[in-house]
C-alpha cells in the first residue's frame, strides 16, 4: 500500500476472507439466488500478501 494508505479494517494481517457473488436475474426471486462464485483471500501475518484459495 502507498504511503498514507490505510488497510481496511476487513484486511487484517493473518485474516480469511471469503467473498461470495451471487447471479440473482431481474425479476427472479433473490431468496433462492445461489452463490456462483465462492472465493477464499488469505492475507499473511505480515499483511504485505494476499492469496486467493
Known sequence: M???????????PGRNI?????????GE???????DTVIIVHVTEAG???YLI
Open 29 to 35: 426471486d433473490r431468496s433462492t439466488a445461489r452463490a
Open 18 to 26: 471469503l467473498p461470495a457473488g451471487l447471479d440473482a436475474r431481474p
Open 48 to 50: 504485505d500478501r494476499a
Open 2 to 12: 502507498g504511503q498514507g494508505a490505510q488497510r481496511p479494517e476487513f484486511a487484517e
